[in-house]
């Protein structure tokens, strides 16, 4: 998965709030067997966060969990159906047939009316996509994104919880805390599925050293409403 530059992690919006630091803590892939404790301890720690979720076939054991996210006050967003590269970036017209797939799909759990958000798989600046699409995909579907009233954003920490690695639960506690020393604003990406279980051993480090400095947890619909893009 390609990095994204830190001041690439966000689209419209100029993120500042003055005299206060927040954090988005994101999750993609989901929902899994890991969706019902991540809940669990952003509960513990009053923490909304963002799930980007997919349709893919491990997904459909545990979609009553977006229930459970939605009724959490959580933000639920889109991040792809099926999350293979090969399919839906080999041209505009294939993702966006995905993401009307994805909302077809999560419509029978919640309601998708104002599911606006989204996160390109693999970000908006990826490279593999140009293996299938060709170099100009991704400004392509960012500018159709946005023609389209969809509002797109990556991130600017990583927890590297779905390297090849595999890092346990204490290094993807400093993935997260080492990458956000520094930062008034946080945008973290970790990830919501059966292979992320570390992530959820890792998450009261995460959450506790974010409370301990200040932060403020909110979805990303709530970070655009506090900045300028609201």
């Not at 958000?117 to 994104?145: C, D, K, V």
């Amino acid at each position: 998965m390609d990095r994204i530059p830190d001041d690439r992690f966000v689209a419209a919006a100029a993120i500042s709030v003055p005299g206060e630091k927040i954090v988005c803590l994101t999750f993609d892939d989901g929902p899994s067997p890991n969706t019902a404790p991540i809940l669990e301890a952003l509960a513990q720690y009053n923490a909304r966060a963002t799930f980007f979720v997919t349709a893919q076939p491990v997904n459909e054991p545990y979609f009553d969990q977006l229930r459970a996210i939605a009724d959490a006050h959580h933000q639920i967003a889109l991040h792809s159906a099926t999350h293979r590269y090969d399919q839906i970036y080999e041209s505009d017209t294939a993702f966006w047939l995905d993401i009307k797939s994805l909302r077809q799909t999560l419509s029978s759990y919640v309601d998708v009316e104002n599911l606006c958000w989204l996160r390109f798989p693999g970000g908006s600046t990826n490279t593999i996509s140009h293996r299938y699409g060709g170099r100009q995909i991704m400004s392509t579907l960012i500018e159709q994104a946005e023609e389209k009233g969809y509002r797109w954003i990556d991130w600017n920490v990583c927890a590297e919880d779905a390297t090849a690695a595999h890092p346990d639960a204490d290094a993807i506690v400093n993935n997260v805390c080492g990458g956000a020393e520094g930062k008034d604003v946080c945008v973290v990406l970790m990830h919501d599925t059966a292979a992320t279980g570390e992530t959820v051993k890792a998450l009261p480090g995460i959450l506790a050293w974010f409370e301990e400095r200040g932060y403020h947890f909110c979805t990303v619909e709530e970070m655009y409403t506090m900045t300028d893009g609201g």
